[in-house]
């Protein structure tokens, strides 16, 4: 049994059956309930994910001896994270599909502007952020996955912005800014990974069948088995955070520093 986990084989068998579509179709009441609790469920993480945030905040803010001088909202921080997320939002707008993984999966660098916005004020700010982002995308573009794929942005991002933000805030060195980086990229591979093969992937099988995916997968990339889900998330989803993770981490370790005085206030004359 575990070896035919860790090759896939009881995870595909499992999903498979979940959407062979044997099921009787749900009427409007059940949809309607349905789509209610995923809403209501989404509006929870992010509560949550901005508690966990919010209190890890503090904890630096503690440390730091900072926790009664700073307050969470300006004016000027306001504006700040404003500019910043209206960036978040054209980066994730502009999208795009990578070479090794089917085109449904799309890579975008929205993180940047909200990294650079969570080392400037701390990770509460920084799931403010991921928010308002997928709002905004929402708003001007919609959804073409029932949430599913606006969902798995916010939290794989939080994954990402969290640990990189809170590890910076306890002591704001470059040193530590890398460790931040390397640190919060390891998180976002691993906890993309797992998200994919227990939720995601599954999540979407409403759209497509298990088999389909993984075909497509195989398709694009000769590691990718067609009968194993664990393929799929080794050689491709784990890639292309690791892409991601990198690509963040790399732009803003060069423009994070000379936009610190500005974004803290310093340089607003």
Known sequence: MINEFLTGNVATK??????????????????????????????????????????????????????????????YKMAVIGI????????????????FIPSFYKL??????????????????????????????????????????ELANFVVGCSFIIPAATIYAFKKTKKRAILSCVMGTIILVVFASVFNALYLIPAFTKF???????????????LVSSDSMTSFVIFAVAPLNLIKGVAVSVVTMFIYKPLSRFLKGNGKQ
Not at 28 to 54: C, E, H, Q, R, S
Not at 110 to 133: C, D, H, N, R, Y
């Open 14 to 75: 499992f999903f498979l059956a979940a959407s062979s579509g044997d099921k009787p179709k749900d009427t409007l009441w059940d949809t309607t309930v349905k789509n209610a609790v995923y809403v209501g469920v989404f509006f929870g993480i992010i509560v949550l994910m901005f508690l966990i945030a919010f209190g890890l905040e503090k904890i630096c803010q503690k440390n730091n001896g900072t926790d009664k001088k700073e307050k969470f909202f300006t004016t």
């Open 84 to 99: 910043l997320t209206a960036m978040a939002t054209v980066l994730m707008i502009f999208d795009f599909p990578i070479w």
């Open 108 to 149: 975008d660098f929205s993180e940047i502007p909200v990294l650079i916005g969570s080392f400037a004020f701390g990770p509460a700010t920084g799931v403010v952020m991921e928010f308002l982002k997928v709002f905004l995308k929402l708003l001007i573009k919609g959804t073409s996955t029932a949430f599913v794929g």
């Open 208 to 222: 497509m069948s298990l088999d389909k995916i993984l075909a497509q997968g195989a398709e694009k990339n000769s």
